[in-house]
């Protein structure tokens, strides 16, 4: 038995690599995958499904379009700034409670949201959704290191990075077909019953792991620094369209965010047990994998965000059908995830990282090309080359970022794997959703203009630039049908110049993460030979 990495806390089950898999359910390597997967498909599932509803929580619940924007940014943002803090809590506690409790509020939070009537309660419980969301993803990973033999590692994390690759690439189709044919209430409800279920079976099935040199304390300042300066620096961007950009009051959450930054990198170094040991950037491949992780979601989620409102907005497509025309995307991942497994597996993560970015650059490139009239094969094409490019991101990131920090260090470094996401789907909507609303706003008066319009006031230029942003004509009601056909067309076409624009930056932040994954190189830690897990 090897007792490097973790302490077996069953004390029913003998610690022994032959023995533990033939003592029934409780414990088995591959049941523990299947429920762990279940929890994390729940949590990532979650990142996207709802962009399909936000045009329909947008109008139910009267909100505006930042306020739609903090549905996904609050839940992205508290997962980001929870995901590190929670795998210290599972070294200290044990990850089979840390999961299963994030299971449980998970579910409950879910069913809150279905429950409010206000996109304020909205917000708040998506934020506690991603908190307990957080307790899930650093937990499945701990599980699996914990469970299976070192021989069996790679191809166990291979499966559970598809498995959040295909969730975050369905969550659009499943989110299609409830909206439509339920309500944008069922997309949070749908995780109650698959809660449950995730809870009954991690019950029987998880055994408790812990570290032997777990954390005995936790560095509450240093949680403190990182959620303060990740919330300011988004709140900045959001609301920099209407303070604008050379407003003081920008500037100084910008500054804030800095601040706090520089002195959460000052403290760490200071504290015994630090949030983030500051070592582990010392390794320039899990740097790379950390880097390349935030630019992949910063191009992916943040441009996924604007694509919902054009397929239904622009298009006038029904929920599913907007759903349906994502598909090529979801195909290509469920597809391209285990073929590029296979192929890191034979040739390391750097040519299949590059490469798939350079595939996500070019599909960002090609649907700032979409105008209204866009034919569906053509978006189609758009859409699947963005799912192959990012297949081997999403399987290959975890294996540079967890192979490359030391074996005591796996639990933090697959917590700062899935933070980088969730920060760079924070920080991609908010970017280019200011990205959005800066080129909306100084075209919209212009195009206004030219079309022969009637002149608007600036209240009435504000609320109808808020509408465009979202790809909806304001159109009042009573208003002659030719008018009408006029606002429809100038508000279509100034969306797509913003969504155009946006589009074009998250290709360059795609292009930039093309010579970050060049960086990158499989860890010792991810061989056969790395050692330190025990089943």
Same mark, same amino acid.
């Given at each position: ?338 073929? /590029?497994?296979? #192929?890191?597996?034979? !040739? ?5 990282? *590059? $490469?798939?970015?350079? &595939? %996500?650059? @070019? ?73 959005? /609303?800066?080129? #909306?706003?100084?075209? !919209? ?5 030219? *079309? $022969?319009?009637?002149? &608007? %006031?600036? @209240? ?76």
């Amino acid at each position: 038995m090897t007792s490097q990495t973790t302490v077996d806390k069953a004390p029913q089950v003998p610690e022994s690599p032959a023995a533990a898999p033939s003592k029934g359910l409780r414990g088995h390597p591959w049941l523990t995958l299947f429920s762990v997967a279940i929890g994390v498909m729940m949590v990532a599932l979650d990142g996207t499904i709802v962009a399909i509803a936000n045009p329909a929580i947008k109008q139910d619940l009267g909100a505006t379009f930042a306020d739609v924007q903090w549905i996904t940014n609050g839940y992205f943002l508290a997962l980001a700034v929870a995901l590190i803090t929670a795998g210290k809590l599972g070294d200290r506690f044990g990850h089979r409670q840390t999961f299963l409790i994030g299971v449980i509020g998970f579910a409950a939070a879910s069913g809150a949201i279905g429950l409010s009537h206000s996109i304020s309660l909205v917000v708040t419980f998506r934020v506690l959704q991603g908190l307990f969301g957080a307790l899930l993803m650093p937990a499945a990973l701990g599980l699996l290191r914990a469970t299976f033999p070192a021989e069996k590692l790679n191809m166990a994390i291979g499966i559970w990075g598809m498995v959040i690759g295909a969730s975050t690439a369905g969550g659009p189709i499943l989110g299609g077909v409830l909206v439509e044919h339920v309500s944008w209430q069922s997309v949070f409800f749908i995780n109650v019953p698959v809660g449950v279920v995730a809870l009954v079976i991690g019950a029987v099935i998880l055994r408790d792991h812990r570290a032997e040199n777990a954390p005995k304390s936790f560095d509450i300042l240093g949680i403190l620094l990182l959620s303060a300066a990740m919330f300011c620096l988004v709140w900045a961007i959001i609301k920099a369209p209407a303070w604008g950009w050379g407003d003081g009051l920008t500037w100084l959450f910008i500054a804030v965010s800095v601040a706090c930054f520089v002195l959460f990198a000052f403290w760490e170094t200071k504290v015994k047990e630090p949030l983030v040991p500051l070592g582990l950037f010392r390794s320039v491949p899990l740097s790379a994998g950390v880097v390349l992780m935030v630019l992949m979601a910063i191009a992916f989620l943040g441009g996924l965000f604007f694509v919902t409102f054009y397929l239904q907005n622009v298009h006038g497509m029904s929920p599913i059908d907007a759903g349906l025309h994502l598909l090529p995307l979801t195909g290509m991942m469920i597809v391209g995830s285990p073929l /590029a497994g296979v #192929v890191i597996t034979k !040739l390391g993560p750097r040519i299949p990282l *590059a $490469g798939g970015m350079v &595939l %996500t650059a @070019a599909a960002m490139f090609g649907m700032s090309t979409l105008e209204t009239g866009t034919s569906s094969l053509t978006m189609s094409i758009w859409f699947a080359l963005l799912g192959l490019g990012l297949a081997p991101v999403m399987v290959g990131a975890t294996e540079v970022i967890v192979g490359n920090a030391p074996m005591e260090l796996s639990g933090v470094a697959g917590g700062l794997q899935q933070a980088a996401m969730q920060i760079g789907g924070s920080l991609g909507t908010a970017v280019l959703g200011a990205v959005m /609303a800066s080129k #909306v706003t100084s075209d !919209l008066p212009g195009n206004w203009t030219e *079309a $022969g319009l009637p002149p &608007l %006031t600036p @209240a009435q230029e504000a609320q109808a630039a808020e509408a465009v942003q979202g790809g909806v004509a304001p159109v009042a009601p009573g208003t002659p049908a030719e008018v009408a056909a006029k606002i429809t067309s100038v508000a279509h076409d100034t969306f797509m110049s913003g969504m155009g624009l946006a589009c074009l930056v998250a290709a360059a932040v795609a292009t930039v993460a093309v010579f970050v994954a060049l960086l990158t190189k499989r860890g010792v830690n991810a061989d056969a030979s790395g050692g330190g897990v025990h089943i």
